[in-house]
């Protein structure tokens, strides 16, 4: 059952998206002091629920997002790719289905290019297979002013959900 209060969001696939990177009421959903830097400055460009289900983001490198070398350090991408890879799972949850968005289990990055401070990137990210209980999902960044790839992970998930009671 959706909760009333994000019922008109359910509609909406870019909605829905944006609301699970801005919930701040429910307990299971508490960004870590180290996404606190990068949440401000991702945002939801669009969504599309059919299969595979996609959700696009643009994201602006800043100083607190990088390394000595003014780049977007390589941490800061894996999480970037961790959070924006699971939400392709939001437009297709439902209680009994991957309503918890699952636990990451491997997440692989390749890094091909720096992206130094005040670069723009676009994170495409789509769920390739979702199972009961494993999901495969793909991000590929790419630098906004000329689309090169600047990296692309592979993230593979465990579903969490509760058994349903029979």
Known sequence: MVDKKYQDIYD???????????RDDDERWKAGEWMSKLLPHLEVTSADPSTPASVTFSFTCLEEHCNRLENLHGGAAATLFDLCTTIPL??????????????????????????????????ET???????????????????????IVSICEHLKANIDPEPKV
């Open 126 to 148: 789509e769920a390739l297979q979702v199972g009961k209980r494993l999901a495969t999902l793909k991000g590929v960044m790419r630098r906004k002013r000329d689309g090169e």
């Open 12 to 22: 909406d696939p870019v909605e829905r998206a944006k609301a699970w990177l801005t």
């Open 90 to 123: 939001v437009l297709i949850s439902k209680p009994g289905f991957w309503q918890y968005l699952g636990v990451t289990r491997n997440l692989n990055v390749t890094y091909f290019r720096p992206v130094p401070k005040g670069e723009e990137v676009i994170i």
